[in-house]
Each structure stands twice: as structure tokens, then as C-alpha cells.
């Protein structure tokens, strides 16, 4: 099984730099998806990381150390309507299509 | 447009009324899903489907069924619905491609069931 943790709410300043983690124990694992969602609408991806390190996407970059089970999203320059639940979710090895989301963070951006 | 569309937007039911939610892409998407979203519980795993006549269980499937009969189109049924199927739904496709440059789950709009 699989079980992803990751804070509930988070509130950061307009023009911050905010880091939301998420931390997974799994018997398998093959990556990890960062996905943004705004209230009622659908979740939109933001990034995938398979091998250790930091990835970077413009004001997005996206950590993954395998050994730790840990990640992170890194925004940078915060704008308003980066108010959002951030979607953490594990791919595991073997079962391709069973990837488990974690329960979201929802971000406030405060001016 | 690459999309994936999903029917009804909102549907309110009866308890024991069979119904269809109908979810199509237009990118052929080997990989097709269904989840549900609740407060406090996030985005479960419904059924999936890795191809044409491929299906399989995920985290909470009782109470529902799946068919994936044409590549574009999985629909999800509730053959005898119930309150605590009211939520939030959502289908999803992916390419098989599993590479570094792999973009993960394209999402539909989302169905709002409630069933009363």
C-alpha cells in the first residue's frame, strides 16, 4: 500500500516564496506527480519527477529524494491566483495506472 | 483541442436509480481512470483501464462498474446508487509513455453526483 502526507493549508504572501512538502511511504515506487487544483475545477499537472533531484518550470521546481521518500513544490514569485490545493501523488513500479493522491495542500496567497 | 469530456456536469438521483457518467478523450490515451474526490479524503482511485477490454480495480470500487469497449471512451456506472456515492467525480487519460518527459493524467471537468 501506499500513504502520502502532505500539510492541509498553508498561507504565504504575494511575491514570497512558498515550499509545500510531502512526504510517502510506499512498497513501490516508480515517481512522483505534483498537480495544481483551483476550487471546483479539475486537477492540472504541474510536474513529474522519477530521479532524485530538483526540477525547474519557471516560478514551479519540484525536489524529489527517492531514499528519503520525500518531495517538495518550490513556488517562487507568488501571485494571487497561485491560490490553490497542490496535489501530491505517487506512481508505483509495476502497477503503472494505480497512482495514489495525497490529500492536498490548499494555499492561500495573501496580498 | 486535446480534452477530455465528461457528462453530466451535475446530476442529482434517486437512491436505486441506475445511472452512466460518460467520459471521452480525443487523444488516444491508452490509459483511462476514474476517481473520486471527497473532502478530507482527496482523489481515490475508482477503476482504471490500461487498454481496450482492460480493466481493473483501484482503491474504492464497490458500487461501481466500468466498460472500456472503444479506446476513446470509459464510462462508469452506478447500477443502484446510494448517498455515500455522492461526490465529486473524475475521469482521467494518460499516454503510456513513461519516460522523464511523461506529463501524467489529463483530467476532465469533473461530474457533481448527489444522491438523495
Known amino acids: 500500500g501506499q500513504n502520502i502526507d502532505q500539510p492541509t493549508e498553508m498561507t504565504a504572501t504575494e511575491g514570497a516564496i512558498v515550499q509545500i512538502n510531502c512526504t510517502y511511504q510506499t ?5 512522483l506527480f505534483w498537480y495544481q487544483q483551483h476550487a471546483g475545477e479539475a ?7 522519477v530521479l532524485d533531484g530538483l526540477e525547474e518550470k519557471g516560478r514551479f521546481s519540484s525536489f524529489l529524494s527517492r531514499s528519503k521518500g520525500y518531495s517538495y513544490l ?11 490545493s497542490y ?25 | 483541442e486535446a480534452q477530455v469530456t465528461q457528462n453530466p456536469r451535475y ?13 471521452s478523450q480525443n487523444m488516444n ?13 482527496g482523489l481515490r482511485q475508482i477503476y482504471y483501464s490500461m487498454n481496450v477490454e482492460v480493466t481493473d480495480k483501484g482503491d474504492v470500487p464497490e458500487g461501481y462498474k466500468v466498460s472500456r469497449k472503444e479506446k476513446r471512451n470509459f464510462p462508469l456506472i452506478l447500477e443502484s446508487p446510494s448517498p455515500n456515492q455522492t461526490s465529486l467525480y473524475f475521469c482521467a487519460s494518460s499516454a503510456s509513455y513513461t519516460g522523464l518527459d511523461y506529463y501524467g493524467y ?11
Open chain 2, 106 to 116: 489529463t483530467f476532465g471537468s469533473g461530474t457533481r453526483l448527489t444522491v438523495v
Open chain 1, 43 to 49: 486537477p492540472t499537472f504541474l510536474s513529474y519527477n
Open chain 1, 87 to 111: 496535489l501530491c501523488a505517487v506512481r508505483p513500479s509495476g502497477g503503472y495506472q494505480k497512482v495514489t493522491f495525497g490529500i492536498g495542500t490548499k494555499l492561500q496567497v495573501i496580498p
Open chain 1, 74 to 84: 518550490l513556488l517562487k514569485e507568488l501571485q494571487m491566483k497561485d491560490s490553490a
Open chain 2, 11 to 23: 446530476l442529482i438521483t434517486v437512491t436505486g436509480k441506475k445511472l452512466t457518467v460518460t467520459c
Open chain 2, 29 to 41: 490515451h491508452e490509459y483511462m481512470s476514474w476517481y473520486r474526490q471527497d473532502p478530507g479524503l
Open chain 1, 27 to 31: 512498497s513501490g515506487f516508480n515517481g
